[in-house]
């Protein structure tokens, strides 16, 4: 397996282009995004399997090695949801407006808020090969939505260990803590020291 020179960046979410671009800044390689990524239905059972089925497709039709990540909410007081449907939480057609009402309708009154990011990021080769590398953030579920910044259910999610949400956070320092940073650190050391050079 050799480092790529470019990496093509398998979503249209731009706040996730903008985390990723910035988390692999240092590394030597040209990331890409395509101007129409393919349209997948994540129907995966697992983040793992969205992630890879995301980037798989991006790959086919780029030619190049590709990157894609999966990340759900799991919140111990529902048992895990939204978990791999977080994005679909309210529903398919769901906005993320309407994610976060959900989540706050079904968590009124609930006292324990207990919750976790999990990220899954996959590298899939053109060829077929893919490594997957995942990335956990623990916290919170806040009362209601607090912040501007981030994008998702950055407004309800306080991590541990702090006492703003991350769109409270400047972009730097959600950053510095994020699952996404965990996944995506585990990515960097792969291709940087478990990958040949091309």
Known sequence: MQIPRRLVLATGNPGKVREIQA???????????LDAPPAVDEDRATLAGNAIKKAR?????????????DTGLFVDALNG???????RFAGDAATADDNKRHLLSVMDGV????????????LVWPDGPAR????????????????EGGFGYDALFIPTGHTRTFAEMPEHEKNAISHRKRALDAVRT???THASSE
């Open 81 to 87: 949801r939204p978990g791999v449907r977080t994005a």
């Open 23 to 33: 988390l692999l800044a240092d590394l030597p390689i040209a990331l890409m995004t």
């Open 57 to 69: 497709a991006s790959a086919e039709q780029s030619g190049a090695v590709a990157l894609a990540d």
């Open 190 to 192: 792969f291709l940087s």
């Open 111 to 122: 006292t324990e808020r207990a919750a976790r990011f999990r990220t899954v990021a996959a």
């Open 132 to 147: 997957t590398f995942a990335g956990v953030c623990e916290g919170r579920i806040a009362a209601s939505p607090r912040g």
